[in-house]
């Protein structure tokens, strides 16, 4: 199956299940209206989020520069510095650091830049047991399964397959509540918290200027897995830092409020360097990870805006494909509008080339982002960059259009032939048609042509009518 | 005012209607209407599907075919939205050709706009309905028509019962080649277009885009909906008496 086919299989297959479809619309609609809501309380929105977007681009502009400042930073306060090229070198780092802590039981905060490199299983393969805290990551892990939200991890489940996974993996009495669920699942994850050896977290901001890592949770699961191993292992992209300790107040004001509605998540860490001898509490070590996996090489090409991304999950709340296929269609860690643009420039071969093409390029996802990313502008873009990989038909049948469109006399032998083509229903519409067409008709009705188009009518007398 | 009518392809060919009540319309408002023959196709499915060579060579070409007019009006919020931010995106590399798309695009108008900005059409006094109303915006119209897209103007219109579908920015999953190249996802799209349209309990419905018409009252059709949809240039025709109401 080619992976055009197997796309199209997962979209068939995804706005067929009646029940994600249901789960995936409710939850999104309902966190557009809280982002509306939110950002309705905020006076000067539009000029926040320009800032938020000029920081991001300054400091895309001058990456290299404030890299090296969060290094210094963060080696000043103690922290250390790895540098890991890709997701098999990040895997590698981390898997060596749990080694040489004799690490047996991690707790994880959520983190999609571990997904990205696709930390958990390396770790269990060298018998390290991980343990997701953030409650909807929990889930998605006693269960078998993926996230399909990068915001909201379990959007496509609903409460009795949370309650039957609850009940299957951790032994606990059967029961659908949400309230007894949480706590459930709390007094199982403090265990683990008593116990584990190692916490593992992504990085939300990283200030340059002081070396703080910045992670934004609902749960406290952050604060939790942060300060109670004696190791905190923080895997981050290199396009996280941001330059200055004033400027994470622009976007902390943007990220909840774009990610749920919140004014600010319920719990903002700033971790800067390990405890220190004066501390009551945290980590003996810590450890900052900085991950490239192609990023470097996306900031020197036509699409490095795509790296302003703060991940909050705006843009597939507001998405009309996303609320119609959910998150697991788009077979990658990065789903919606922005997971289809840095899912293929991040995995730069043909496997994700329907992805830039799925959309309406209706233009919400500009709407929500925080950060002002030009969504709809860099799909096209990306559509270009990778057309000489369309089938040859395509090609074909846009490049002979494009001619026929260079003279008004072949135009109008298209419309000709559109009339004579197109099998009228006797009202004036095609119900049937083939090929291409055959893709509206299954399941649209078509307009047929009038018996006259406009500019016929124009000729005809309309020109000389007053 | 000499105006020169961008009719669109699509208008041209499955909704000449549209282009006729344009006509009407701009001459009732004194405009002086001109339509350049030559015209053919703005390049849009082309320029969307990454085609960009091919766009050019049809951007290029619309470029020369209006270069003598001064005014240039579509009742095509989508093809307005191509001539006027995306010819000077595509032609950027030469200077020459960048400047002519800057004019054009400075000079070409979406009709319903045209006439809200330029004319300063009083809606109230020309536009009514007899029965409740309600409309889809194109979204490629929304940095066009402004934040709250043409609502408020239609709300200037006495005694209108404007019945504004939840979600009213919602796309209807059109989007060119994307409506046949995706055609399950597109068709999801509209059904939750149509949801929204169909919950106002309005059967008229205000479309200002060929392509949106197409996708939303093609899928009605074959949904069984009994839902109608007019340009804004058919609606003031009909008011104005310049044509025949249609059922």
Not at chain 1, 98 to 105: C, D, E
Request: aromatic residues 8%; hydrophobic residues 40%.
């Amino acid at each position: 199956m080619s992976a055009s086919d197997a796309f199209r299989a997962r979209v068939a297959k995804a706005v067929a299940d009646r029940r994600v479809v249901q789960a995936v619309h409710l939850a999104t609609w309902r966190k557009v209206s809280a982002r509306q809501a939110g950002f309705a309380l905020l006076r000067n929105a539009e000029e926040l989020r320009d800032l938020a977007s000029q920081i991001k681009q300054h400091t895309l502009e001058n990456l290299p520069q404030y890299l090296e400042q969060f290094v210094t930073q963060v080696r000043r306060v103690g922290g250390q510095i790895h540098w890991a090229k890709d997701a098999a070198a990040a895997r590698a780092i981390i898997c060596d650091l749990a080694r040489g802590y004799a690490s047996h039981l991690a707790v994880k905060v959520k983190s999609m830049t571990t997904e990205e490199v696709d930390l958990n299983h390396a770790l269990e393969a060298i018998g390290v047991r991980v343990v997701e805290t953030d409650l909807g990551e929990f889930i998605v892990q006693i269960d078998h399964d993926r996230p399909s939200h990068i915001v909201t991890p379990i959007i496509h489940k609903d409460r009795r397959q949370i309650a039957a996974a609850m009940a299957r993996e951790i032994g606990c009495e059967y029961t659908e509540d949400p309230t007894e669920l949480t706590k459930l699942a709390r007094r199982y994850l403090r265990d683990i918290f008593r116990r584990c050896d190692l916490g593992i977290s992504g990085v939300n901001f990283g200030v340059a200027e002081t070396g703080t890592i910045c992670l934004c949770t609902n749960e406290g699961n952050g604060r939790m897995s942060t300060t109670r191993p004696r190791v905190h292992i923080a895997l981050m992209g290199i396009e996280k830092v941001i330059p200055r300790m004033r400027d994470l107040a622009v976007f902390l004001k943007l990220l909840s409020r774009s990610s749920t509605g919140q004014p600010m998540g319920s719990y903002t860490t700033l971790i800067t360097g390990p405890k220190r001898p004066a501390d009551p509490d945290g980590p003996e070590r810590l450890h900052v990870v900085l991950l490239d996996n192609g990023r470097a090489d996306i900031l020197r090409g036509p699409f490095a805006e795509v790296l302003k991304c703060i991940r909050c999950g705006a843009c597939l709340n507001a998405c009309p494909v996303y609320r119609n296929i959910g998150g697991h269609a788009y077979n990658s860690v990065y789903p919606g509008p922005i997971g289809s643009l840095v899912t293929p420039l991040l995995n730069a071969d043909r496997r994700h080339d329907d992805l830039p093409r799925a959309s309406s390029l209706c233009g919400a996802c500009y709407v929500a982002c925080p950060v002002k990313i030009n969504i709809p502008d860099l799909l096209v873009k990306l559509r270009a960059a990778t057309r000489a990989r369309q089938p040859w038909g395509k090609r074909a049948a846009l490049r002979a259009w494009c001619w026929a469109m260079c003279s008004a006399s072949t135009y109008r032998q298209g419309q000709r032939l559109m009339r004579t083509f197109l099998p009228d229903d006797g009202e004036g519409w095609t119900t049937r048609g083939v090929g291409p067409l055959g893709e509206w008709t299954a399941t649209r009705d078509l307009p047929r042509p009038p018996s006259k188009s406009f500019r016929q009518l124009w000729e005809e007398g309309l020109a000389d009518e007053r | 005012m000499n105006v020169a009518l961008f009719v669109t392809c699509l208008t041209d060919t499955f909704f000449p209607r549209v282009g006729t009540a344009v006509v009407h319309v701009l001459r009732h408002f004194g405009c002086h209407v001109e339509f350049p023959t030559e015209q053919t196709c703005c390049g849009q499915p082309a320029y969307n599907s990454g085609f960009h060579a091919e766009a050019a060579v049809l951007a290029r070409r619309m470029i020369e075919v209006f270069e003598p007019y001064e005014t240039v009006v579509s009742p095509s919020a989508s093809c307005a939205t191509m001539v006027r931010h995306h010819f000077p995106t595509l032609l950027a590399a030469d200077p020459r050709w960048h400047l002519a798309a800057q004019r054009l695009a400075g000079r070409t108008f979406e009709f319903a706009t045209f006439l809200r900005d330029r004319l300063a059409v009083d809606l109230g006094a020309c536009l009514w309905f007899d029965e409740p109303v309600t409309f889809h915006y194109p979204c490629h119209a929304r940095d066009i028509y402004g934040v709250d897209g043409l609502q408020s103007w239609l709300a200037q219109v006495p005694h209108i019962d404007l019945r504004v579908p939840e979600h009213a920015d919602l796309c209807c999953g059109f989007g060119g080649v994307f409506a046949v190249e995706h055609a399950p996802i597109s068709t999801a799209m509209v059904h939750d277009k149509l949801e929204g349209l169909a919950a106002t309990g309005a059967r008229l419905v205000l479309c200002n885009e060929g392509g949106c018409t197409m996708q939303i009252a093609g899928a009605a059709r074959r949904r069984g909906l009994p839902l109608r949809f007019k340009h804004i240039a058919e609606c003031l025709a009909e008011s104005l008496g310049l044509l025949e109401p249609e059922p």
